[in-house]
């Protein structure tokens, strides 16, 4: 089966500007999460969905974040505008409807200058 | 919420050497406890995991402990090898099923042949 896919790997943007990231989930996998790593430090989370439905976006920094799950199958995650602070790798997750752990995508690498 | 602390943050060990990564948790809720390995510029894998009615659980030469009462759970590799070199991150989740995990910060592990 295909594994969790994320896009881009990278990304380099200016301070102020907008940056989406995509997250294609295994393909049944209800739960779909995003984490974030900051300066190495540990794997922070950001939200969580079941299916379309956020189930828990306790984890969401401010309001210049923005995640959506179209029809419960890929998801985006929106940063707009970024801040300096915002740099980090973005981890994508899935899991099954029952399931406990997850399948990590590779991660997004945002940089912002 | 929950707090997840791992120590330590490098350990560098001897091919053949075992290797111990510590962690403990605050919420004496949490109940599933995966450990994730990251190899370098790969994705996280769960490596093994541990529910909270088990005190004990090995895989080949892998192996995680858990202790309720004092909140702490390691992950032990014996016969460690240069390719078991990545960081590994414990996690602690609280309820069943889907759920957020609380991560700790990772461990550099270096196995030098």
Known sequence: EAGVTQFPSHSVIEKGQTVTLRCDPISGHDNLYWYRRVMGKEIKFLLHFVKESKQDESGMPNN??????????????KVQPAELEDSGVYFCASSQRWGDGYTFGSGTRLTVV | GENVEQH????????????VIKCTYSDSASNYFPWYKQELGKRP????DIRSNVGEKKDQRIAVTLNKTAKHFSLHITETQPEDSAVYFCAAKIGTNAGKSTFGDGTTLTVKP
Do not use: K, M
Request: glycine letters at 10%; hydrophobic letters at 35%; zero cysteines.
């Open chain 1, 64 to 77: 210049r974040f923005l995640a959506e799950r179209t029809g419960g199958t890929y998801s985006t995650l």
């Open chain 2, 45 to 48: 894998q769960l490596i093994i």
């Open chain 2, 8 to 19: 330590p943050s490098t350990l560098s060990v001897q091919e053949g050497d075992s290797a």
